[in-house]
């Protein structure tokens, strides 16, 4: 029971978080792009409201499970610091990454190419995170979010860019959002 509620409680950090980035992204497609109907708007407001409703009821119960949940071992302390210092690693990269590409395309003058280059980052990022939680579906996660980084530096209209990319990958982190509230759920049960 102690290590289910530990993994289930880094799964909705993790689950959160990556719910949170989503809705970012969309804002950048629905705001920063090509102006959106209004139906899409209002479904993706929907969506995100039921998704965030489904969080917080898994969260709920993952905080009744930790409760009651025995306090981890030595071993269990130390794989955990294991995993969060390899999560660290994998972050600190990424954001490394991200900084470094948004000083070289604007001191090359492509600031146009920000977007496409941060989605290719983050979802190369997914590749190593696959491994550090035993998450598999996130290798699906990086391969769809670096092909949609890739494929936004294709599209040569910015405004479009900035759509395709905000609401792909946004919608691609709500889904693997979805993927592990299901996983987490079936968890919370076994």
């Known amino acids: 029971m ?31 792009g090509r102006p959106s109907p209004a139906w899409l708007r209002i479904s993706l407001v929907l969506a995100g409201l039921l998704i965030a409703l489904w969080i917080a009821v898994v969260s709920k119960d993952v905080l009744r499970l930790s409760r009651a949940a025995p306090p981890p071992t030595v071993e269990e ?18 954001g490394a990454a991200i900084v470094a590409a948004i000083i070289l ?23 190593p995170l696959a491994g550090v939680f035993s998450a598999p579906f996130y290798y699906f996660t990086g391969a769809v979010g670096s092909a949609i980084g890739i494929a936004g530096f294709l599209i040569p209209d910015v405004p479009l860019r900035l759509s395709f990319i905000g609401l792909a990958f946004g919608l691609l982190l709500w889904i693997t ?5 299901v996983q987490a759920s079936f968890l919370i049960n076994a």
């Open 2 to 32: 102690r290590v289910k509620a530990r993994t289930l409680a880094g799964m909705m950090t993790g689950t959160t978080i990556m719910f949170l980035f989503g809705a970012v992204w969309q804002l950048l497609g629905i705001m920063g």
């Open 77 to 94: 302390k130390a794989i955990g610091e294991q995993i969060g210092r390899r999560f660290g690693w994998v972050s600190g990269l990424e």
């Open 105 to 127: 395309l604007n001191v090359i003058h492509r600031p146009h190419a920000i977007a496409p280059a941060i989605a290719l980052i983050v979802g190369l990022h997914f590749f």
């Open 177 to 181: 959002s979805l993927v592990r509230l």
